[in-house]
Structures are given as C-alpha cells and as structure tokens.
C-alpha cells in the first residue's frame, strides 16, 4: 500500500478544497447506541446541527478497506441497518481495514482518523475513562491515552457518568492532557452538568478553546484537549436522580459477568430502561450541544 486508504465523502472533499470547517464525528453512536431508524435519523439531525453552525460534518466509518472521512445518505444508511459491525480503537482498527470489514470508530479510533484527514476538532456524546473498579480489572479506555498521544481538540459532555470520574481526571492529569470545562468551574457528568469536581482548566469562549488547540502545536506538545461542554440544563438529568440508577445498571452487569468493550453498550441500554427512555433524549440533546460547541472552534481554527 503506497498511500493511505482514505475515502472523502463529496461534502467534505469539497470542504477541504475551500478550506472550510470541519468537524469529525463518530460512528459507534449509529453502531451501538440505538436501533435504526432512530439512529440514522440521529446522525443525521447531529450533522445538519454541525451544518447550522457553520461548518461542516464528518462522520467517520470504516467501510471496505477504506476509512470513510464523512458519509453519503446511501453509506450512512447502509451502516445504520448493518450487524456484527465492529467497535473500533486504536488496537483493532489496521486489522479491520486490513481484512475488508466494517467498523464504528470510538473516540480513540475517530481521533486517529480525524487526525489522518487533517481535521482538527471532533463532537461526540461522552468519552470513556477509567471503569469502575480498574484498581482489580484494569479496565482503562484507550481514549484516555488516545486524547495523550493525538492533537485532536474532542468536544464532549465530559467522561460517561457510569465511570470512576475522580480516577479519569486523575489518569488524564497524569497523560498531560488539558480538560477544559466551558462555561463553568465543574466537570460535567455526561447526563448531569455537574459531577461534584473541579475541573482544572475553564474556558467562556470558543475562540480560546482554538487558540489554545494552536498553541499547544506551537510548543511541540503532543496529544489533544477534552472540551468539557455540559449538557443543556432543559436537558439534564441530575447528579442525585441518575445516581441511583447507575448503581442499579452497574450491579447487573457485575451480576452477569459482563465486561470488556461489553460493558458500556450494556450499561446504556440498562440506563434507557431503567429512566424509560429518558437518558437517551438526554444523550441525543448532549450530542447536539457538542456539535453546536465543536462547529464554533473548527470556525476559529479554519
């Protein structure tokens, strides 16, 4: 192979020739997050939010050999309704390309990809962190290390509330990886926009979110920033209604043995029966909140 298999949607090839914004987005959210149609139509509504705010989206899949740099309405379709798709990071991806199957990229993977593409600022829901009850499994997203390794700036609703947020902080200070909270002096909580800590480093504006994405290339610095964006506050669910509810999500799955790359697709199905439905209209509202966030510091940075 003399070049890398990167395959540019229309949209986007035409963005990178005008030098318009870009904003990368995932696709485990289609794969693994919700039945179709509903997840389709998700994505679909997050990137025209992307579109809205002037700049334009990149959903990132990885289809017949090929990484997929934003997706046709026929490509999205067409990953929306597939089975056994493959949730991808910074392990698996080369192997999956390599043998012609169909992955979701995480955050990890995504970074890897948005990075390839040249494309600097990513949206997402939440990042995965430090699982519960690492100091026994180990469990450890790679997406912590990715956020070390990779300059990409991710827009999130901070790490997934079913983690051990003070150990994720912890891992990420310890990785040199700036977690910014906007808006606010807290780390937000995924469903609820406050977690009870501090987040080191606050930003009001989206434009010292980008200057600080460029002067972190400018002193050599590797790796990205984690924009902590909370979730809208007609959207929330609050830190002492969710707890309860996690708790009860995380026994089961401790009950039933599940683990691994398992564990949060299990949890967040829990979660949406457990608050009938309702921790996924919060999920979808965050998403959205992080498109609007992620467009203005890919505008900034364009």
Not at 48 to 65: F, K, L, N, Q
Not at 156 to 171: N, Q, S, Y
Not at 246 to 258: P, R, S
């Amino acid at each position: 192979m003399t070049s890398l298999p990167l395959t540019y949607s229309p949209e986007v090839a035409a963005a990178r020739a005008s030098g318009a914004p870009l904003v990368a987005l995932e696709s485990t959210i289609i794969t693994h997050g919700m039945p179709f149609p509903q997840n389709v139509e998700t994505a679909r509504a997050v990137e025209a939010e992307v579109r809205a705010h002037g700049a334009v989206p990149a959903t990132i899949a990885i289809m017949d050999g090929q990484i997929h740099i934003g997706l046709t309405d026929a490509e999205l379709d067409r990953l929306g309704q597939a089975s056994h798709v493959a949730k991808l990071s910074r392990a698996d991806l080369a192997a999956c390309l390599a043998t012609g199957g169909m992955g979701a990229t995480t955050v990890a993977a995504t970074m890897i990809c948005a990075h390839l593409a040249g494309i600097k600022v990513f949206a997402t829901g939440g990042i995965g962190g430090v699982h519960r009850g690492a100091e026994s499994s180990f469990d450890v997203s790679a997406d912590l290390m990715e956020l070390a390794a990779t300059p990409v700036t991710v827009v999130a609703a901070g790490a997934k509330a079913i983690l051990d947020l003070p150990k994720t902080l912890e891992v990420l200070e310890t990785q040199g990886v700036p977690v910014i909270a906007f808006g606010q002096d807290d780390f937000p909580a995924f469903w609820s926009r406050r977690s009870g800590l501090r987040a080191p480093l606050r930003m009001d504006r989206a434009e010292d979110i980008a200057a600080a994405h460029r002067m972190r290339g400018l002193l050599g610095l590797p790796g990205g920033q984690l924009v902590a964006n909370p979730i809208p506050p007609e959207a929330e669910i609050p830190l002492a209604e969710i707890t309860p509810v996690i708790e009860a999500a995380l026994a089961e799955a401790a009950a039933q043995g599940i683990a691994a790359k398992a564990v949060t697709p299990f949890l967040l199905d829990r979660m949406f029966q457990l608050t009938s439905g309702r921790s996924l209209t919060s999920n979808i509202a965050l998403v959205l909140n992080n498109a609007r966030l992620g467009a203005a510091i890919a505008g900034h940075l364009a």
